[in-house]
């Protein structure tokens, strides 16, 4: 069975950066993308990076050219680095990875709260 465990989330200034890992339990067997959502409360839950089995990101518009999504795939862990945090980044940050077979694993998520 595969969990994702979440970290590094955490209360920070506004401007400042946090870098989310979420690593699976163990390997994934033929990973189609990984990503982040968040969700912030009495709001939907939005997705805010993927990347691909081939390297590929995207980002949604509010993010763009503040987080980063990136993977490690010996340890079998994704990242986010958020730079330039503003209030509104203020959710829970869950990760997905999603596999060719139709498998879709969940994070526990992590809070981040942005002070302004």
């Not at 994702?4 to 890992?21: Q, Y």
């Not at 939005?46 to 340890?75: H, M, P, Q």
């Not at 209030?87 to 498998?103: H, W």
Request: with cysteine.
């Amino acid at each position: 069975q595969v969990q994702l465990v979440e970290s590094g989330g955490g209360l920070v200034r506004a401007g400042g950066s946090l870098r989310l890992s979420c690593a699976a339990s163990r390997s994934i067997f033929s990973v189609n993308s990984m990503g982040w959502y968040r969700q912030a409360p009495g709001k939907q839950r939005e997705l805010v990076a993927t990347i691909t089995s081939n390297g590929r990101t995207n980002y949604v518009d509010s993010v763009k050219g503040r987080f980063t999504i990136s993977r490690d795939n010996a340890k079998n862990t994704v990242y986010l680095q958020i730079n330039s945090l503003k209030p509104e980044d203020t959710a829970v940050y869950y990760c997905r990875v999603t596999t060719s077979l139709n498998s879709d694993y969940w994070g526990q998520g992590t809070q981040v709260t942005v002070s302004s």
